[in-house]
């Protein structure tokens, strides 16, 4: 158990709705992480808060947005869903953002689009 | 950027035998390299990381990755399989710019009996 906590951990839904992924970081990690895992993709960065404030952006969709509250957790919101969607959906985090910190996963969400 | 390909999506050793997989990075400065495992419907646990000290790492379940800076290879190691360790490998390295991880394809191991 990482100690990283994602709810729901599976979810179906129709193309055009919208979901929320929720994450809970290990207990003192301040940079949550979320990543997106698909089988023609592979693992994809999507976005980086620390404490609050977004750190860093990658392939995130507009559709996609995320944040993080001030008790630390962050929620991943994809509205619009396409079938291309479908994937394992990782939360991740770390102490700090510092490069060679371990960064930890969650067990993932995994989203079907259908 | 960073980059990190690994060599080989599939690899297939028998129980018992010599686990190899290969991992080469690209970074335009000093690297921190990252092995992490994923068993089937789990998450990605971290096997082992390399952060510029020791250039062979050991890590869980006797594993062990050698960081080779003039081959730019950060292979991961076993010296005798157990059916336990079939699974999928993933190296990354960290980007020193947004200290995101960039992974690389995977490779499945299996292992036979």
């Known amino acids: 158990d990482s100690g990283v906590t994602q709810t729901p951990k599976h979810l179906i839904t129709a193309t055009g709705q919208r979901v929320t992924l929720r994450c809970s970081p290990r207990?003192?990690?301040?940079?949550v992480y979320w990543y997106q895992q698909s089988l023609d993709q592979g693992l994809q960065f999507l976005i980086q808060?620390?404490?609050?404030?977004?750190?860093a952006k990658g392939n995130i969709l507009e559709r996609f947005s995320a944040q993080q509250f001030p008790d630390l957790h962050s929620e991943l919101n994809l509205s619009s869903l396409e079938l291309g969607d479908s994937a394992l959906y990782f939360c991740?985090?770390?102490?700090?953002?510092?490069?060679?910190?371990?960064?930890?996963f969650g067990e993932g969400s995994w989203l079907t689009v259908v | 950027a960073q980059s990190v390909t690994q060599l080989g999506s599939h690899v297939s050793v028998s129980e018992g035998a010599l686990v190899l997989l290969r991992c080469n990075y690209s970074?335009?400065?000093?690297?921190?390299l990252f092995w992490y495992v994923q068993y089937p419907n789990q998450g990605l646990q971290l096997l082992l990381k390399?952060?510029?000290?020791?250039?062979l790492v050991k890590g869980i379940n006797g594993f062990e990755a050698e960081f080779k800076k003039s081959e730019t290879s950060f292979h991961l190691t076993k010296p005798s399989a157990h059916m336990s360790d079939a699974a999928e490998y993933f190296c990354?390295?960290?980007?020193?710019?947004?200290?995101?991880?960039?992974f690389g394809q995977g490779t499945r191991l299996t292992i036979n009996p």
């Open positions: 991740a985090s770390s102490v700090l953002p510092v490069s060679g910190n371990t960064i930890y």
């Open positions: 207990s003192g990690d301040l940079s």
């Open positions: 808060y620390y404490n609050g404030e977004e750190r």
């Open positions: 970074s335009s400065v000093p690297p921190y």
């Open positions: 390399y952060t510029s000290a020791a250039t």
């Open positions: 990354a390295v960290s980007d020193q710019g947004a200290q995101k991880l960039v």
